[in-house]
Every structure is written in C-alpha cells, then in structure tokens.
C-alpha cells in the first residue's frame, strides 16, 4: 500500500498539482492549454489505446466478454440512474440532468485511465483493454446520449413557453443569409421568448441577461455546419457519428475491429505508436490540472452528491456487479474495472456545460472537489480491493 501511495499516486497529485499552479499563474495561455487537451485527446491516447488493444487477440475477448458488457451496461445504466436521481433530489430540469449525468457519471478515462491504472497493474493487454472499453463506452454513448437528453429537454423548454404564451424581449439580432457564394449581415428585429434556450446571437443582444440563459443546442449545432450543402442534419444524429469520428472513439474501436476480423499489426510499427503513447500520461496529468486551475468552485449537497457518486457509488455497484456476474476468479481484472470507473468526472462534460451554459457551477465545482478528493477514494480502493477478493 505505501509503495503505490508513494511510488504511483503521489506522482499523479504532484503532477497535476504543477498543472494547477502553471493555470493559476499563467504560464500557459488559453490557446496552449487547448493544445495540450489536443495532445492527450487526439494523438497520444488515440496512439496509446490502439497500439495496446491490437495486441489482444480473439481469445482475450471472448474471455472478457464478461467484463465488456459489464463495462457497457454499468457505466451507461450509472449515467442513466445519476440523470434521473439528479432530477428526483436537487429538481433539477431534463438538461441540466443530463449535464450532472455527464459529470457525475462519466470517468475522465481520457485524461486519467493509463496514468493511474499504469503504474499500479502494468502496461499490459488486459490494463489497456478496460481502458480501451471504458473509453469508448464513455466517448460514443454516455456523451451522444447526454446531448441527446439535453435536446430533449431544450424541446420540452420551448413548447412548455409557447403554450403559456411566454412574453419575450425584442432585441435587434444580427442575421447571416447567403446570396449565392456570398454571405450578407443585417440586423433584425426578433422576440425573444422568457424561459427557453437561446442562440449565441440572441444570448449576446440580450447582454447581461443573455449570460444567464441556456444556448439552444440544436440551433448551435445547426448554426456551427451551416456552411455544409446538405440540409442540416439531427443533432442528437450528429452528436453520435460527431462523437464516434473523434479519434479517442475511433481508434480503439478500429483496433478492436482489426482484433475480430484477424489483422494484425507489424511489429516494426509497434515503436512507433509507442513513442508518442508515451507521453499521454504525463500530459494528461499536466492538462487535467491546468483545466483544474480555471475552475471557481463552492461546495453545497448537491456537489457533494456528486462526488460521492463518482467517486464511491460508482465503482462499488461496478464491483459487486463483477462479482456477482462470476468475475470473482479474477479479481485483479476487477480491481482494474473498478478503478478505471472510480475516476474524476469526465472533463468533457464540464466542457459540454460551459459551452450551453447549464449547470455551470454545479458541475464546474462538482469536477473541482472530486478531483481533489479523488486521492482519497484511490487509496481507499486500492485498500479495500484486496480484502473483498479474500471475502469473495
């Protein structure tokens, strides 16, 4: 225990703290904190997953299909129960559920998952293949199925304001119409509606008061592929192909193919893919506490709620249902499973919450305390998993 306290998690808090400190005191700006996030997200995890997941073979997987359906129905059907609990205590709206769901259900295994899980299990086929599931599970389902909830809930918003016949404000919105190759701006007069999502537009002439309300998800989407020739398509639709073309979706779920169909990698290429995966966990770490750094966070039930949900509640419904499902055989692959789902929330959804401007604060202080607490609940799994594998 005191060795990977000392050896494996003291690294990860020392690292992120220096992440923190460089945010606070601006050693990088905005733009370079961006590039780091593109790094971690887009080459070297991509790298990192692929390379580790095509060294699996056919057997492997059909010796953990235990675990991968484990890993599917648990982390998903968890989202789903911190959507509707977050609506059932703290009232919260269909939309700002989903975003607490996005948070309080969805591990940062981007950021996060090889740097913790590494150093304690190895870097090995079984370590990189719970990361792998995870990761794609969190990437192409929990994130397209937030979106689509948010959707949902922006869509109930703006009939329930319509019926009431909700007064709005008018305001002189600027308005981009294409006459052939060229784009024209003019202003319009519009009223805006009280009560329902705004576009950035709308959100920007109502000025103070726009701050405060809600982007509407659909017309952004719209608004942001408005160039494309073809008519726009539905962005609960987009959200899903949007999310499964990323790379960190992408490139596990093709080495997972080329596993299946029986393609394997040379291995001259190996080297490659390993020199850039190298960096991931260091930069992951980096990144997570300069993300960390631009965070203002208070402290009330329902972020408590949170953190206590992804970081305890979590992982240990995870375990019990491993055990029950007969994993108890192999209890280091548990112990894998229930870390990899005991990280702090995933950074995607703060990101998510910051660019609607729902749930900001919760979920913006909700990602602050249980990255922090986070030191705890790994020390208290890597404690306690040893003890229930004798049990068991």
Known sequence: MINI?????????VIMLLGYLCGKFYFFDNDQRQGLNKLVLNIALPAALFISIVKATRKMFAQDIILTLISIFGVVGLFMLSYYLDKLFF????????????????PTIGFLGFAVLDPIYGNNASTN???????????????????????????????????????????????????????????????????????????????????E?????ARAEIADHADEPHKPMDPTLRSVIDAIKQPVAAA????????????RIPTA???????????????AVLAAGLALSTVKFSINKEVLWNTFFR????????????????????????????????????????????????????????VAVSTVFFAVSCIFWIWLLPILAHLF
Request: some cysteine.
């Open 269 to 283: 290429w190996a080297p490659t893919f390993d020199l850039i995966a190298k960096a991931n966990a260091g930069v």
């Open 311 to 366: 970081l305890f509640l979590t992982p240990a419904v995870i375990v019990l249902v491993a055990y029950l499902c007969g994993m108890g055989s192999d209890p280091t692959k548990i112990s894998m499973l229930c870390l990899a789902t005991a990280l702090p929330p995933a950074f995607s959804g703060i990101i998510i919450s910051s660019r609607y401007n729902i749930y900001v604060k919760e979920g913006a202080s909700s």
């Open 129 to 211: 293949l719970v990361i792998g599931i995870v990761s794609i599970v969190v990437n192409a389902i929990t994130i397209p199925l937030g979106l689509a909830l948010i959707n949902k809930g922006q869509a109930i918003a703006k009939k329930k304001a319509k019926a009431n016949n909700n007064k709005g404000t008018n305001v002189e919105v600027e308005d981009i119409k294409k006459q052939g190759s060229t784009k024209i701006k003019q202003k319009v007069m519009v009223t805006i509606p009280d009560g329902v999502p705004v576009t950035d537009a709308e959100a920007k002439a109502l000025k103070e008061k726009g701050l």
């Open 252 to 263: 596990p779920l093709i080495a997972v193919l080329c596993v299946l169909i029986g393609i």
């Open 5 to 13: 306290l000392v050896n494996d998690i003291c690294p990860i808090l």
């Open 91 to 106: 009232h919260r709206t269909t939309q700002q559920a989903a975003v607490c769901a996005l948070i309080a259900g969805s």
């Open 213 to 217: 309300r809600e982007i509407d998800l």
